[in-house]
């Protein structure tokens, strides 16, 4: 289902594309796009603290290496099928292309469940799913980095057993590794910290700023985060985040030093928040953030998580912008609403695609055995946001629909891909 949505989000931006370049249609570039190239499923068997025998599954959908070796996350979470990997793969090609980076797509990971399981539990699993995966991947073949539920530790314990079987220190295998390790300052942070780059182009664009705005961030893991703490930077504030138990209200912005401890150290829940901070705060069991009025609201936790009631919700309170941080947040009923109510409206594949380009940065640093300052670092990555936004306009302006960022990222990124196909041939 996520796939197919996937998919026909993209088609639907390509009829102008398609009758200005019959080649493309031609060449069954499209056909060819929606096929992966390669799709592998195996099954991770690990051993619990108290000796069970677990069986997960894992997946690896090696979409896309026109422009590069495959490149996207791993995402452990319980829900995770071939269908929602596919989706995340599809998804990948169109904003890997867009950073103008040469980095294919791909997505990969495993139903397993990190929350509740310790370190010692989380290690042999991320040992066995690499025991399997390290044979599909390398630094010319497939780049896989973190996602929902694969953060520093995952990856550590993901690389370590990668170069214990190969008996290589082949860092440019894995990107969002830690700094003393081969990783890149500002991996970390990039995904949030790129989303609020792209959405403080938006309002330059139009001459404003995110000076004193009101803004809510959904979701509270590593997008979240970084998000919280750039819009913070930047003069914004951010007035709610939320998990999948409710969200969080603190409208003299959040703390994010109690958020990342409760977070990131005790690994809680953010119902916590508001016991330890205390003062205006109040966390708001099982309700929707989108009720929350705010300027500018940045869907930052999963996909499909903003539907039409969260739309409208918004769209009544004045919300003006809304720039997804994660995969496919917002539904395509949901989408519809914002735009038609005049809403800027920008999709994951140009917003959150500061993650993948820092990525795309860490293999560069890697394959030249360098590692860059954080202020370098930084700055490449607010340069490849400003490119990514103004590419989605002009393109969006050649084509007949300015201002409109969806349809920029998706003929963009498909240009790109589709070009470099004619290219190399039916292959
Ligand atoms: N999982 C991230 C994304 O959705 C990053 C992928 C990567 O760095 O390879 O783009």
Redesign the pocket.
Known sequence: MEFHQAVREVLASLAPVVSKHPQYADSAVIRRLCEPERQIIFRVPWVTDSGRIEVNRGFRVEFSSTLGPY???LRFHPSLNLGIVKF?GFE?IF?NALTGLPIGGGKGGSDFDPKGRSDAEVMRFCQSFMTELYRHIGEYTD?????IGVGGRELGYMFGQYKRITNRYESGTL??KGVSWGGSQVRTEA?GYGTVFFVDEMLKSAGSSLDGRKVLVSGSGNVAIHAIEKVHQLGGRVIACSDSTGYVLDPSGIDLELLREIKEVRRGRISDYCDLRGGQSRFVADGSIWDVPCEIALPSATQNELDETGAAALIRNGCRIVAEGA?MPTTPNAIRLLVGAQVQFAPGKAV??G??AT?ALEMQQNASRDSWTFEHTQDRLSKIMRGIHDRCLETADEYGSPGDYVAGANIAGFTRVADAMLALGVI
């Open positions: 490149k996207g996350g995340l990948q904003k780049v896989p980095a973190g996602d990107t969002g995904t995969n959150n695609a993650g993948v990525s």
